[in-house]
């Protein structure tokens, strides 16, 4: 069975720097890719970006470049998502999201890391 | 970016009753596109991938149809079950340019 656990809330001033992981499990972490996707209070899901589970290599949203960094540790079967210079309007719940077939669906997610920047 | 835009933003419904929800894209993404369901304080469900391939385990009575630009979702007999958020998702662009459209919110009549 297919698990993706992610850490837990974060609350963040203005201008810090969060860094959510994701662990996974019941499957071989290194033959799917792992995207995130974030979601605002009453906004619609947004790409931020993905990482290969075997290969490492990422691509990121031009919305988010320069302000994320996705890493994994294959090791430990968990991916991490890194979001720098945080503003108000990062406020969102955080997901991971398996690549089904390395195309962009995503057939598992994670419960989900709501990030709160508030000062 | 491609633009996803879903018609109606939301919708009334009873149980039984036939639902269809459109996704627009704002060009070609040659059925390069998946369904999720959302329900409150939940993480998205994948539905169907590639326009009209339903997902493992999903119920046969949701369905999708769909070329170009324009992609349907249609749920033969709704169940109450099915009241949730629907969201369409294309990954069309190389490199990644990942889109949803702004959700379809199904509530009961």
């Known amino acids: 069975q297919v698990h993706l656990v992610q850490s837990g809330a974060e609350v963040k001033k203005p201008g810090a720097s969060v860094k959510v992981s994701c662990k996974a499990s019941g499957y071989t972490f290194t033959i799917y890719a792992m995207s995130w996707v974030r979601q605002a209070p009453g906004q619609r899901l947004e790409w931020m970006g993905w990482?290969?589970?075997?290969?490492?290599?990422?691509e990121y949203s031009q919305k988010f470049q320069g302000r994320v960094t996705i890493t994994r540790d294959t090791s430990a079967s968990t991916a991490y998502m890194e979001l720098r210079s945080l503003r108000s309007e990062d406020t969102a719940v955080y997901y991971c999201?398996?690549?089904?077939?390395?195309?962009?669906?995503?057939?598992?997610w994670g419960q989900g890391t709501l990030v709160t920047v508030s000062s | 970016d491609i633009q996803m835009t879903q018609s109606p933003s939301s919708l009334s419904a009873s149980v039984g009753d036939r639902v269809t929800i459109t996704c627009r894209a704002s060009?070609?993404?040659?059925?390069?596109l998946a369904w999720y369901q959302q329900k409150p304080g939940k993480a998205p469900k994948l539905l169907l991938y590639?326009?009209?391939r339903l997902e493992s385990g999903v119920p046969s009575r949701f369905s999708g149809s769909g070329s170009g630009t324009d992609y349907t979702l249609t749920i033969s007999s709704l169940q109450p079950e099915d009241f949730a958020t629907y969201y369409c998702q294309q990954y069309y662009n190389t490199p990644r340019a990942l889109t949803f459209g702004g959700g379809t919110k199904v509530e009961i009549k």
């Open positions: 060009q070609g993404i040659s059925n390069s």
């Open positions: 990482i290969n589970g075997g290969k490492g290599n990422t």
């Open positions: 590639a326009a009209s």
């Open positions: 999201a398996r690549d089904k077939y390395a195309e962009g669906s995503f057939d598992y």
